[in-house]
């Protein structure tokens, strides 16, 4: 059985630097084909991709955050990082990691419970 | 980056009628090599994470009911729920996955009239 659990800080201050973890159980990272995402939804709001890693370390970001966001992994600790800088109030958002894999079989699945982050000063 | 729009927003369905939910995207998401159409939906319930309920437009996940089923190819698609049951009550989500760039459609409230 597959489950994801994100966790963070719920409250970020303007400028500050987002460190979010995704721990895993059920897959492992060093396993051909397998990855993890980070998406992110406003709330009310819809679904936003952010970042995809791969078990060979290969990375994806959405091209409008790219510069703000790093994704890593620690196959050991079955956790994948994801560091968002300069954070802003409409950066406010619940953020999910799920399980997804390489190409084509882009989907995601299972998803983590989600962690409110509150950007506000 | 490609662009999927959901209609309608909202709608609002009796219990046990057909809930059919719009999704277009603005390039085609069919992979001629393979004639695979790369969409995925999904469900998210008040207060929970997303759910996959559909890939390949039209492979339903494991354990989904057969009340769901996903249609369509190229760059308009289409998810239908059969006969609408009071655990549907959801927002409903499509993804391409064709573009390395994946992005979701803006929603679709579905609701018990």
């Known amino acids: 059985q597959i489950t994801l659990k994100e966790s963070g800080p719920t409250l970020v201050k303007p400028t500050q630097t987002l460190t979010l973890t995704c721990s895993f159980s059920?897959?492992?990272?060093?396993?051909?084909?397998?990855?993890v995402g980070w998406i992110r939804q406003p709330p009310g709001k819809a679904l936003e991709w952010l970042a995809l890693i791969y078990w060979d370390d290969s990375e994806r970001y959405s091209p409008s955050l790219k510069s703000r966001l790093t994704i890593t992994k620690d196959t050991s600790k079955n956790q994948v990082v994801l560091t968002m800088t300069n954070m802003d109030p409409v950066d406010t958002a619940t953020y999910y990691c799920?399980?997804?894999?390489?190409?084509?079989?882009?989907?995601?699945?299972?998803w983590g419970q989600g962690t409110l982050v509150t950007v506000s000063s | 980056d490609i662009v999927m729009t959901q209609s309608p927003d909202s709608l609002a369905v009796s219990l046990g009628e057909r809930a059919t939910i719009n999704c277009k995207s603005s390039?085609?998401?069919?992979?001629?090599?393979?004639?695979?159409?790369?969409l995925a939906w999904y469900q998210q319930k008040p207060g929970q994470p997303p759910k996959l309920l559909i890939y390949?437009?039209?492979t339903r996940e494991s354990g989904v009911p057969a009340r769901f089923s996903g249609s369509g190819s190229g760059t308009d698609f289409t998810l239908t729920i059969s006969s609408l049951q009071a655990e549907d009550v959801a927002v409903y989500y499509c993804?391409?996955?064709?573009?390395?760039?994946?992005?979701f459609g803006g929603g679709t409230k579905v609701e018990i009239k």
């Open positions: 059920g897959f492992s990272l060093s396993t051909t084909g397998v990855g």
């Open positions: 799920a399980h997804t894999a390489l190409s084509p079989s882009r989907w995601f699945g299972p």
């Open positions: 390039q085609s998401v069919l992979y001629s090599s393979n004639n695979k159409n790369y």
């Open positions: 993804q391409q996955y064709y573009s390395t760039f994946l992005t």
């Open positions: 390949w437009a039209s």
